[in-house]
């Protein structure tokens, strides 16, 4: 029996009509950690999207499932929100909450218990009647997180969620989606600049460069060899796997 939480059929992934790169084929199963990695520019965030439904495939066609339907948490690259956003952090991340929620229905004693928890395996518990306007770069992408979080999705979906961050705050973001992974089974889709991340916790890799026509899909090991990251990331190196 075929378990594909998301599978592309032949997708070309594209631009008000115009391909970037494709016919592609992916197979996306519950409980998996992907890295998606390429050069910038790429097509990792248009990826991102289309499966994301946020925007069309050119062709092809990207299924969820046997229900038709996912709950995503999707997290942006921080800069892409208004620093003027009028809300707290607490009601930012409870924003997270609301594909749970029936139309007509307000947030419920149960959904602040759920935001106040991501705010705290966030970190930014004490953040929670700060304007979201008013914190630092590395915070804002912490409520971004937190916020993907609270509405416990089936699948979580973030683009670069540590580019804002330090070394410590990046193991702590990184440590946390793993521990949320295990605990719920939820499947996970990261692009990141950083392959040290995608060598630590990805056990699946999309490479992805439309202006090669490239698009590479396995296992981490098979996916990232030598050759790879020589030809695209011009490095010597070998990436092992966890112990």
Aim: aromatic share 8%; net charge positive; hydrophobic share 40%.
């Amino acid at each position: 029996m075929d378990d594909f939480l998301i599978r592309l059929e032949k997708v070309t992934i594209g631009y008000n009509g115009k391909g970037l790169i494709g016919p592609l084929e992916l197979s996306i199963k519950r409980n998996q950690f992907w890295g998606i990695v390429g050069p910038n520019g790429g097509g990792k965030t248009t990826l991102l999207k289309t499966i994301l439904g946020l925007i069309p495939p050119v062709r092809g066609e990207v299924r969820y499932g046997e229900s038709g339907s996912l709950v995503f948490g999707y997290v942006p690259q921080s800069g892409n929100f208004d620093r003027l956003f009028p809300l707290s952090v607490a009601e930012f991340v409870a924003m997270g909450r609301y594909c749970r929620i029936p139309v007509g229905v307000g947030i419920e004693r149960r959904d602040w218990e759920v935001v106040i928890r991501y705010l705290k395996k966030t970190g930014i518990l004490h953040l929670r009647n700060r304007p979201f306007r008013s914190i630092s770069g590395g915070e804002r992408q912490r409520a971004l997180v937190a916020r993907a979080l609270s509405g416990e999705p089936d699948v979580l979906i973030l683009d670069e969620p540590t580019a804002s961050v330090d070394v410590r705050g990046e193991a702590e973001i990184m440590g946390l989606l793993e521990e949320i992974r295990e605990s719920r089974a939820i499947t996970v889709l990261i692009v990141t600049h950083f392959l040290h991340t995608i060598a630590r916790f990805a056990d699946h890799v999309v490479f992805i460069d439309k202006d090669r026509g490239a698009f590479l899909t396995g296992k981490k090991e098979e996916v990232l060899t030598d050759s790879v990251l020589g030809d695209v990331f011009g490095l010597d190196a070998i990436i092992k796997s966890r112990v």
